[in-house]
Nanobody
């Protein structure tokens, strides 16, 4: 059973950097044809895809994101991370990490529980 767990601060001040880590257990982030994504949901709004890192390290980002975003991974810890710099209150959301199974049609088969990040002074 694959499990994903988000971790990071629950409160970030405007203009600072938001950093989150997803720790994966029950499966390796380097296993072929699984992609690893970050998705967020602002209060009262729908889900927003932020970016994905593939099993072999390629990264794609949502070009519509306003805050500069980067995704990285630490294969030795089986973790991948998200950083948003210069955050604003619009970045307040529940942040999820999720696995995409690309063996078939490319659907999310596992989600983390999500972590609420509030951007406020």
């Amino acid at each position: 059973q694959v499990q994903l767990q988000e971790s990071g601060p629950g409160l970030v001040k405007p203009s600072q950097t938001l950093s989150l880590t997803c720790t994966v257990s029950g499966g390796s982030i380097t296993t072929s044809y699984y992609y690893w994504s970050w998705i967020r949901q602002p209060p009262g709004k729908g889900l927003e895809w932020m970016g994905t890192i593939t099993y072999d390290g390629y990264i794609n980002y949502n070009p519509s994101l306003k805050s500069p975003t980067s995704i990285s991974r630490d294969t030795s810890k089986n973790q991948y991370s998200l950083q948003l710099t210069s955050v604003t209150p619009e970045d307040t959301a529940v942040y999820y990490c999720a696995r995409v199974d690309c063996h078939g049609s490319g659907t999310i088969d596992y989600w983390g529980r999500g972590t609420l990040v509030t951007v406020s002074s």
